[in-house]
């Protein structure tokens, strides 16, 4: 069957299918084409699939009213399906380049390839998101390899990412990515905070998140700290927590089993037993974690998730950690001051910063302000 990419059919002009059908308010429409893709489309019905054909099938739109359509269709006049997207619209993604979703019927439609997937999937979840409240967390799967092995609470994620501010309602430019860096980024799954949009994935899983700006924590230094951020991601690991040892030395080791034979096995995190400083009290050794829960207490903007500071703490050589044997809780907030402005200083947000860059910088800031307290 011959059918329009979508380009043409729809583009900048009012809609003029099954008007008679539609209700007149909404005639007034002028919708362009947003991105069209060529689908084998199948209908689901009484427990059987009923192959239908390739059609195309195009997101279309008016940017400036928001409003936005999914057509499936072969040509002009022939149109399997027209259908006005509402924040209710349920669109599931699911294994190997298919998605479903209910209208006049119940669609299973696959795209001819991953890359097709996963732009589609794209530009559809920044409708959807647009379409609910901005201001809560939204994800979505843009490619599913299988459903097995997801990641529950508590696992411990590695991934890949590309990081664009969100203007307003606009997608803005990116401003950050870690693709060239040589580890992944490891984020625990929790219940609370962006992290809880991990929930379900597994190896080679892509999914979109929208952050708003009241979860952004350790993502917060990427924006004006008025923007949301936009999280491209690629899983390229998921592991399983199964035990808890803690060492006399107040290490918490972690034994995880992971999906895929060729990462390691174990993973080692630091345990601060001092995160409660009360005046007048002292430190033995100044960790991220500690730092971190006094930015909390003068109102800083600064990293929430525990494994960022994780990282962060790492990064920090341990033999200048073990010089500081004594802070009082006022020498502590100078400290944290400091080391505060430097990061404001280093971290312009008119820039765009890889996530070693990220990194190296705050090794070196965190560094020479132990250096000028020992």
């Not at 010089?323 to 200083?345: A, M, P, R, Y």
Request: charged letters at 25%.
């Amino acid at each position: 069957m011959d059918f329009d990419d979508g380009n043409n059919v729809f583009s900048q002009k009012k809609i003029d299918i099954n008007q008679s059908k539609r209700p007149k308010s909404l005639l007034t429409h002028t919708v362009s084409t947003i991105v069209a893709k060529v689908v084998t489309a199948s209908k689901l019905g009484n427990d059987e699939l009923i192959p239908v054909g390739k059609y195309g099938f195009a997101l279309a739109g008016d940017v400036i009213q928001n409003y936005y359509q999914l057509l499936l269709y072969g040509n002009k006049s022939s149109v399997l399906d027209n259908l006005i997207i509402t924040k209710e619209f349920q669109y599931n993604v699911n294994e190997n380049n298919t998605v479903q979703f209910l209208s006049k019927e119940n669609w299973l439609l696959e795209f001819s390839n991953t890359k097709d997937a996963v732009d589609f999937n794209s530009h559809l979840a920044f409708v959807l998101w647009k379409l609910n409240e901005p201001k809560e967390l939204f994800w979505m799967d843009l490619y599913y390899p299988s459903r097995n092995k997801v990641a529950i609470f508590s696992s411990i994620v590695e991934i890949t990412y590309v990081a664009n501010v969100v203007q307003g309602k606009n997608f803005g430019p990116e401003v950050s990515n870690n693709i060239k860096d040589s580890q992944f980024l490891k984020i625990k799954v929790s219940e609370k905070g962006w992290e809880r949009s991990l929930l379900g994935v597994n190896d080679n899983t892509q999914r979109i998140v929208y952050i708003p700006v009241a979860e952004m924590g350790a993502w917060k230094i990427l924006t004006d700290g008025h923007q949301c951020l936009c999280l491209t991601i690629t899983v390229n690991n998921v592991y399983e927590i199964k035990e808890k040892k803690i060492t006399e030395l107040g290490q918490e080791t972690l034994e995880i089993t992971a999906t895929s034979n060729s990462i390691p096995t174990q993973l080692t995190e630091i345990v601060d037993n001092n995160l409660t400083i009360e005046p007048g009290s002292s430190l033995k050794t100044v960790s991220i974690e500690s730092l971190y829960k006094e930015f909390e207490k003068l109102k800083f903007n600064n990293v929430e998730t525990n494994e960022r500071l994780l990282k962060l703490e790492a990064l920090v050589e341990e033999k200048k950690l073990d010089k500081i044997e004594t802070l009082n809780s006022t020498e502590l907030k100078k400290f944290i001051k400091i080391v505060f402005k430097s990061i404001i200083q280093e971290f312009p947000i008119d820039q765009k910063f890889s996530g070693s860059e990220i990194q190296t910088t705050i090794k070196n800031i965190l560094t020479n302000a132990f250096n000028d307290f020992v």
